[in-house]
């Protein structure tokens, strides 16, 4: 496994707080093992299948991501 030194991980932390915003939702209990075994069989993450579901309901989310080329 890599090794990150505390300079890595703090410009990291600093790269997300600039870049991406965060919110937390709540599944029934057992939902979120249904859930990841559906992403891992797909070869997704949780976070992009959420991102991916999102950006297909709501166009403007998918223009925010694409930097409105598409």
Do not use: H
Request: no cysteine; hydrophobic share 35%; charged share 30%.
């Amino acid at each position: 496994m890599a090794k990150y030194s505390e300079a890595q991980k703090k410009a990291v932390a600093k790269y997300n707080a600039k870049n991406y915003e965060e919110f937390k939702i709540r599944v029934k209990k057992g939902g979120k093992d249904i859930i990841r075994a559906y992403t891992n069989s797909n070869g997704k993450t949780i976070n992009g299948l959420v991102n991916e579901l999102l950006e297909a309901e709501i166009p403007a989310l998918k223009e925010l991501v694409s930097g409105g080329k598409g």
